[in-house]
């Protein structure tokens, strides 16, 4: 692409550690993977299967194994884990992702009280045999989490193992890192950012206003997640500057003149 177009940010090549694109499958069906890895499947880095669909899909063992063909880690989500957690199942737990053939997982308590001790025992432990996520943030509106203390879960986890930390925002895009109305908790987002290494999380991001924020806060190449199925090409024309939102974010200051502005 940069070879078509001058002024086009650069892309690292898959597999890739940073500027990751991770989908949330929700209950696709074989044939549509299949149509999403035909479209989509070059852009994409890491593949979510939301909450507990992985419990009640079919053809899971299938479907994960065209998305392992095609290069990208799969995963069961978090609240998954939790429904494990909560019922002391850890070794079911780790049955139940080996069985299906996953090299990766989410440790999460969006949903449940789990002391932060016990859920980085439980990063550890995961990450001695999986590529762990850890995700911080509550999904209930309206529990609010210190900057200083979302700074400290997430090193913390990191420390323990975590490839990456998730900022919560659920698939709905309007807790955690974001206020009600869906738009991102600046001063949050930027003192994580000051303690955190930014290549280090990947910012739930479900909504196109929050990605193209993102993008402009944070380059072409900042992780996002929760991204819909068919939303993983748009996404990447935002990343690259070939869509109205982020259109004029990565041409010099010699077309700025040309930009629409209202009267």
Known sequence: MSKLLPHIPERPEHPRENGVTMMMDKGLSLRQAE????????????IKLGFG??????????????????????????????AFAI?????????????????????????????????????????????????VGSKEAGILIAPAKWI??????????S????????ESGNVGIYRPNGTAHVVLVNRIL???????????????????????????????GNIAYDDVIPLETLRLGLRGDTFFQFLPDEFAHLKQTAD
Not at 55 to 72: D, F, M, R, T, W
């Open 35 to 46: 149509d999403f890895l035909s479209a989509s499947g070059h852009l994409t880095d890491l």
């Open 53 to 82: 669909t992985s419990v009640v899909s079919k053809n899971l063992k299938e479907k994960i194994k065209l998305y392992q063909n095609a290069g990208i880690k799969v995963y069961v989500g978090g609240t998954l884990f939790e």
């Open 87 to 135: 019922r002391s199942m850890y070794d079911e737990y780790r049955k139940f992702i080996d069985d299906l053939g996953l090299d990766t997982c989410e440790v999460s308590d969006g949903s449940i009280v789990l002391e932060h001790n016990v859920k980085c025992e439980y990063i550890s432990k995961l990450s001695k045999d999986y590529r762990v996520l850890s995700e």
């Open 152 to 161: 400290s879960m997430m090193n913390s986890e990191l420390e323990a193992g």
């Open 163 to 170: 490839w990456k930390v998730i900022a919560e925002a659920r």
């Open 194 to 224: 000051s303690k955190v290494p930014g290549d280090r999380i990947l910012w739930e991001a479900p909504v196109k206003s929050q990605q193209a924020w993102f993008i402009k806060h944070l380059g072409a190449n900042v992780n996002l």
